[in-house]
């Protein structure tokens, strides 16, 4: 599968923004993940959701802040994020795993998207 990350830009602090993922292959096999790298640091897991949408599993960091939903149908997958802070500022990149190997998972998806950079100015 491919996947093609957009919906970044540059936002004001407190403000939403929805990032999108598509999907180019077989959707339904995969389950899906939302990461992100600021500059400097370490990728960071950010929120997983199943190849059905049933289940959704999300960082401590952002619960409360982060939705992950998909649309199997569109072979899409988004990441809403409200009450944007300027440490949300990070390139974010989507990723897709067998369901196979297990849900939820944090690390160690098979395959990425290249990313969409998000910049929140204070």
């Known amino acids: 599968v491919q996947l093609q990350a957009s919906g970044g830009g540059l936002v004001q602090a407190g403000g939403s923004l929805r990032l999108s993922c598509a999907a180019y292959?077989?959707?339904?096999?995969?389950?899906m993940g939302w990461f992100r790298q600021a500059p400097g640091k370490e990728r960071e897991f950010l929120a997983a959701?199943?190849?059905?949408?049933?289940?959704?599993h999300y960082a401590d960091s952002v619960k409360g802040r982060f939705t992950i939903s998909r649309d199997n149908a569109k072979k899409m997958v988004y990441l809403q994020i409200i009450r944007l802070k300027p440490e949300d500022t990070a390139v974010y990149y989507c990723?897709?795993?067998?369901?196979?190997?297990?849900?939820?998972?944090?690390?160690?998806?098979?395959?990425w998207g290249q990313g969409t950079l998000v910049t929140v100015s204070s």
């Open positions: 990723a897709a795993d067998w369901v196979a190997s297990g849900f939820p998972k944090n690390e160690g998806y098979a395959y």
């Open positions: 292959g077989t959707f339904i096999s995969y389950n």
């Open positions: 959701i199943n190849w059905s949408g049933g289940d959704t």
